[in-house]
C-alpha cells in the first residue's frame, strides 16, 4: 500500500502539529518549528524521506 502514517508523540497541553500536503511534500508546523518531509520513490521503487527544518536554524537530514 501507498500511504505515509506520522507518529506524534506529545504531552497534554502541547500544541498539535499543524500538516499540509503538496504533491509529495508534506510541511509540518507545531508552534514555530517547521519542518518539510519530502518523499520521493527511487529506481528500486524504495521510497526515500528528506527531512528539512524550515525553522532558523535550516538544518537537514536525511533518513534511508
Known amino acids: 500500500p ?3 502514517t506520522l507518529l506524534y508523540p506529545s504531552e497534554k497541553g502541547t500544541p498539535q502539529p499543524k500538516l499540509k500536503w503538496s ?4 510541511t509540518v508546523t507545531i508552534a514555530n518549528q517547521v519542518d518539510k518531509i519530502t518523499f520521493a520513490e527511487d529506481e528500486n521503487g524504495i521510497t526515500q ?3 528539512q527544518d524550515m525553522s532558523q536554524t535550516q538544518n537537514q537530514i536525511i533518513i534511508q
Open 2 to 4: 501507498r500511504f505515509k
Open 23 to 26: 504533491g509529495q511534500t508534506l
Open 49 to 51: 524521506v528528506d527531512i
